[in-house]
């Protein structure tokens, strides 16, 4: 009999799926509703305007509200993301929702510091979509126009495009609670969202970029072998004071590497120029492999 699955089905890939699907949302719900619920300000995204509606009417639960605002914008994003990266979504969407109206429901709510309640909201919230983005899916929402922002601007960071979809919810906040403090409060949790959602999907593989001008090239290279096993690559160079013939070496390492490597060139060249730059991602051998898609 012919086997009925399809050719690039996985039973292990989707148990995973799944697994990272239930961590990162009892994550999400721990942060916006046992934190943010209480709290009296919006931390952004489609959860925060559900959040505000519940403020005026709390009849529908938190997690199944936000699942009926995402049906309009799943519709919208369609075209641009496929069907595939929806309905994925759309999974993860049905999880987060069980954890929110099912689970966390039943547990105590976090009702003291509003500024607590900002800072763990945003940590919470970070890391479990952080969780779900590192497997391709999202919890709906803004989030469906996030990647769709993403896909077309690779260069951006996820945390960076949430912060500016976010503040429209949150300056909405300041309306309906009546105060400035829930858009500082509001502000607070997304800061703490941003950081550490970049820091879990890029910290994996986030390295450093050392950028050297020399005379000796080849001797800095070989040193940086000899002391970290890691290749370089050399470049002609001219400087534009001087106009002498200079060699340009780039050599990407990990962060715990890039004290060894700084004290290996200049160990070859006293007189090098080192520049350290931030590497978000680092693909290749000795780092992570490249993605698929």
């Not at 300041?174 to 858009?183: H, N, Q, R, T």
């Not at 941003?194 to 001797?219: E, N, P, Q």
Request: hydrophobic fraction near 50%.
């Amino acid at each position: 009999m012919e086997n009925m699955l399809p050719a690039r089905f996985s039973v292990k890939e989707l148990a995973k799926d799944i697994l990272f699907d239930c961590a990162g949302s009892i994550l999400f719900a721990l942060g916006y509703y046992t934190f943010a619920d209480k709290g009296g300000f919006a931390p952004g995204g489609v959860t925060g305007i559900a959040m505000l509606i519940r403020h005026y009417s709390a009849v529908v639960p938190l997690g199944t509200l936000t699942l009926l605002l995402n049906v309009p914008i799943l519709i919208f994003c369609l075209p641009v993301l496929g069907r595939k990266y929806l309905f994925k979504s759309l999974r993860t969407m049905l999880i987060s929702t069980f954890f929110m109206d099912v689970v966390f429901v039943r547990l105590p709510v976090y009702d003291g510091s509003p500024l607590l309640a900002a800072v763990f909201t945003g940590i919470c919230a970070g890391a479990g979509l952080a969780i779900i983005y590192m497997r391709g899916s999202t919890t709906g929402g803004s989030d469906f126009i996030i990647a769709a922002v993403k896909k077309k601007y690779p260069h951006l960071s996820f945390g960076q495009i949430t912060l500016v979809l976010d503040g429209c919810v949150i300056l909405a906040g300041w309306a309906v609670f009546g105060s400035i403090d829930a858009v500082l409060y509001g502000l607070i949790a997304v800061f703490a969202s941003t950081i550490v959602m970049d820091k879990i999907i890029y910290g994996a593989g986030a390295g450093k970029l050392v950028i050297v001008v020399t005379d000796h090239g080849r001797a800095a290279a070989q040193a940086i072998s000899d002391v970290v096993d890691r290749g370089a690559t050399l470049a002609p160079a001219i400087g534009s004071y001087t106009g002498q013939q200079k060699q340009m070496l780039y050599c990407a390492c990990s962060n715990n590497e890039v004290f060894r490597v700084r004290r290996a060139v200049y160990e070859a060249d006293p007189g090098a120029i080192i520049m350290i730059c931030e590497a978000n991602e680092v693909f290749g051998e000795g780092f992570k492999k490249a993605a698929e898609n």
